[in-house]
């Protein structure tokens, strides 16, 4: 469950622009925004919910998963890493403060100490390490 705001991506980030949309096409939907929605969020979530992120985790709003938000949520983190007590390796971490989702946020890398469950760490671990993200930074 998220806690933030659901945002509109009006910046660039590498190659994509606003609306999180590939920067040479980004015009067509921002024109789309402002002359067919009249500026409508609500219509423009409609027809292209990848264009809003949570201001929790930085999660495009298109996606069905939770809120990975890493200990600073009004609930425990559901993520594999928190539950395994374990912070995001570096990689990961960077590469979603580098998407035009996570751009801005100050996300935290974890864990949250309140998910653990040795259960599910076990799971995490050997899944985490058959698809090399053991959490080597």
Known sequence: MHYGKLELITWSVGEMGWGNTIADESGELKDKFDKEFGGDEEKLHDYWPRAFRWTCCGTRDEHMFGCDHHGRGPKPCTCDFCQA?????????????????????????????RSYNSAAAGIAVVARSLLGMDGSD
């Not at 912070?87 to 935290?108: M, Q, T, V, W, Y």
């Open 85 to 113: 007590g374990k912070p995001i390796p570096e990689k990961f971490h960077a590469e979603r403060l580098n998407s035009p989702e996570g751009h801005g946020l100050d996300l935290p890398r974890g864990p949250d100490t």
